[in-house]
């Protein structure tokens, strides 16, 4: 089955630098890679996701990449706020209606 | 729309018993998912659901068992309660073929003691 590695476990970075989460697969049919954001005691909401049918996708301050070659992506925090301090998931997947494969999960803190 | 409900919230159980987590949505979603959540080992999928009729394994399936009582609603039982059991459950429900985005519940915190 499939397997999703994600790095790092903890990211600590001052409020206005960048953050970058990276995740590896296994799957090659795997072709969804969606990023959930999850606070403390609520549930996984999604930020951002991408397609196999393309290699980056943009929304504000959050940008994920995606290397099906290599079969990595990535997620881009940019000028990163207190307010993104947060347990981040990567997850694949390989059609609509399959289950999403999770990685372990980064905790990001964000320090003013 | 209330989205994806689970009730309870939270429980606790002792050792050996049984209960049942419920989980309704309201978006007529078609495929519905039942995750598990523990410290470090992120979401790992119990059963799911692709379709009202049909129920599946995920990754972790032992000691669980599914009922798609309908279209809205995905119940995950526990015959007999373990320890190892302690966790907070996720459902999820997506609109099949009309995107990939999985909407999550709020979420039952379990404890066995």
């Known amino acids: 089955g499939e397997n999703v590695e994600q790095h790092p476990s903890t990211l600590s970075v001052q409020e206005g630098d960048s953050a970058v989460i990276k995740c590896t697969y296994s799957?090659?049919?795997?072709?969804?890679f969606p990023w959930y954001k999850q606070e403390l005691g609520k549930r996984p909401q999604l930020i951002i996701d991408?397609?196999?049918?393309?290699g980056e996708k943009k929304d504000q301050r959050i940008a994920v990449t995606l290397n099906k070659t290599a079969k990595h992506f990535s997620l881009h925090i940019t000028e990163t706020q207190p307010e993104d301090s947060a347990v981040y998931f990567c997850a694949a997947s390989k059609n609509s209606g399959y289950a999403l494969n999770f990685g372990k999960g980064t905790s990001l803190l964000v320090t003013p | 729309n209330a989205g994806v409900t689970q009730t309870p919230k939270f429980q606790v159980l002792k050792t050996g018993q049984s209960m049942t987590l419920q989980c309704a949505q309201d978006?007529?979603?078609?495929?519905m998912y039942w995750y598990r959540q523990d410290p470090g080992m992120g979401l790992r999928l119990i059963y799911y659901s692709a379709s009202e009729g049909t129920t599946d394994k995920g990754e972790v399936p032992n000691g669980y068992n599914v009922s798609r009582l309908n279209k809205r609603e995905f119940s995950l039982r526990l015959e007999s309660a373990a320890p190892s059991q302690t966790s907070v459950y996720f459902c999820?429900?997506?609109?099949?073929?009309?995107?990939?985005?999985?909407?999550f519940g709020p979420g039952t915190r379990l404890t066995v003691t």
């Open positions: 999820a429900s997506l609109l099949r073929d009309k995107g990939f985005e999985q909407y």
């Open positions: 991408i397609r196999s049918n393309v």
């Open positions: 978006m007529n979603h078609n495929s």
């Open positions: 799957d090659s049919a795997s072709n969804y």
